[in-house]
């Protein structure tokens, strides 16, 4: 239940884009077809999970048995950065055709936000353990997907439409996720 | 280029926010009022132009192929110091920027003048490229921080303008992020097109 709960609360209560305002440069830049979004968030899933699991291991294993909690932030971005160097290397050589499908969102993960987000997030977790921090970090990697494929499907169809000069391209999209984010906004409290 | 170019071009001209469309999840997350919003862009400035200095002056010594992740470390480092003292001396700050304090590290706009400027000029010009950038982001934030507070709260900084029963509510909470971002890039665009 407990469990249940938390993937209902990251993916539509929560969720990290529209309510968090994590991963918006992402949501904004890869949002001009369904395609390249189900890409992004196949690369953003596939990272954000290692990166938590890693990330976690590191906190309880380096960084609270010697005191320096402070330092989180310089390891934990130099961790990401690197892991995705290595995620990219590895994949390459493993699975081509995986490669070929998100190889080129990888480099563009190391500054989304909700990286980093999500894995200091997990990480204050009530009496968190590495099961709840994938379930954590898996829901709010599909809620990052719902928005940005949504979203994609909505700006597919804005481009036929006829946009008043002035709020061509980055307002309209603004004001579209806005609205998106308005729609989001009816699922608070159901948990 | 002559310095007070440098330094007024992060105000209008490249702004940030507004033109680039950089750093957009603290402009958002964190503009629901004009003082936290004045708070983050102070924070990043600090980080900027501290970033913006020490790469300035060890850019001939770092190999140009880990030149990213070494500016990431130096960007980290700063924002450490920030994270450490602004938990000592502003804790209201530090709880309500919460965990976009830490996320400045990945804000593309440090990284990006990193890359584009400091690794490529002299010290006192990318200090004050960092303090340009740094208070224009700043003051884009304040603006979308007073417009939000204005609109949801009928506050200015915590004064009252008007009644809070007429505010729109929708404007502090997420959507209005997003919806009075969109309005006020549209109206600098055309206000761009008529200068």
């Known amino acids: 239940m407990e469990y249940v709960l938390i993937v209902i609360s990251a993916i539509f209560v929560n969720n990290i884009v529209l309510s968090q305002f994590l991963g918006i440069c992402p949501f904004l830049g890869v949002s001009k077809k369904i395609s390249t979004g189900i890409g992004m968030t196949g690369a953003v899933t596939f990272v954000m999970v290692i990166a938590t699991i890693v990330t976690f291991f590191i906190q309880k294993a380096v960084l609270e048995p010697f005191g320096v909690e402070y330092l989180q932030t310089i390891t934990f971005i130099l961790v990401i950065a690197s892991l995705v160097q290595l995620v990219e290397i590895i994949l390459k050589k493993v699975s081509p055709p995986l490669y070929q499908a998100l190889g080129v969102f990888l480099p563009l993960i190391t500054t989304n936000c909700a990286i980093l987000g999500v894995a200091i997030l997990a990480l204050g977790l009530e009496d968190t353990n590495i099961v709840k921090s994938v379930v954590f970090a898996m829901s709010h990697a599909v809620g990052f997907g719902l928005a940005l494929v949504t979203f994609a499907g909505i700006r597919e169809q804005l481009d036929l439409m006829d946009v008043p000069k002035g709020m061509r391209g980055t307002p309209i999209a603004l004001v579209v996720a806005g609205l998106l984010a308005l729609a989001f906004m009816g699922f608070a409290g159901i948990v | ?195």
């Not at chain 2, 450490?80 to 919460?98: C, H, K, N, R, W």
């Not at chain 2, 884009?140 to 921080?145: F, K, N, Q, S």
């Not at chain 2, 200015?156 to 809070?164: A, K, N």
């Not at chain 2, 929708?170 to 971002?181: E, Q, R, S």
Request: with cysteine; proline share 4%.
């Open chain 2, 1 to 195: 280029m002559n310095q007070w170019n440098n330094f007024s071009k992060g105000f209008f001209k490249e702004n940030a926010v507004f033109t680039l469309l950089l750093g957009m999840c603290p402009t958002l997350g964190v503009t629901s009022s004009a003082f936290d919003g004045l708070g983050m862009g102070l924070a990043t400035t600090f980080v900027l132009v501290m970033a913006n200095l020490v790469i300035a002056l060890i850019k001939n010594l770092i190999p140009d192929k880990v030149r990213i992740p070494a500016f990431i470390v130096v960007i980290a480092t700063f924002v450490t110091i920030v994270e450490m003292t602004m938990q000592a001396y502003l804790p209201d700050l530090f709880e309500s920027l919460g965990l976009f304090i830490p996320l400045i590290v990945v804000n593309c706009l440090v990284l990006g003048r990193a890359e584009a400027f400091a690794s490529k000029n002299n010290i006192g010009s990318s200090i004050i490229d960092g303090l340009g950038m740094g208070l224009g982001f700043a003051m884009a934030l304040t603006i979308l921080g007073a417009l939000r507070e204005i609109l949801g709260s009928g506050k200015v900084f915590g004064t009252m303008i008007f009644p809070e029963d007429y505010g729109m509510l929708v404007f502090v909470l997420a959507p209005g992020a997003f919806i009075a971002l969109g309005y006020l890039i549209a109206f600098i665009n055309h206000v761009k097109k008529e200068a």
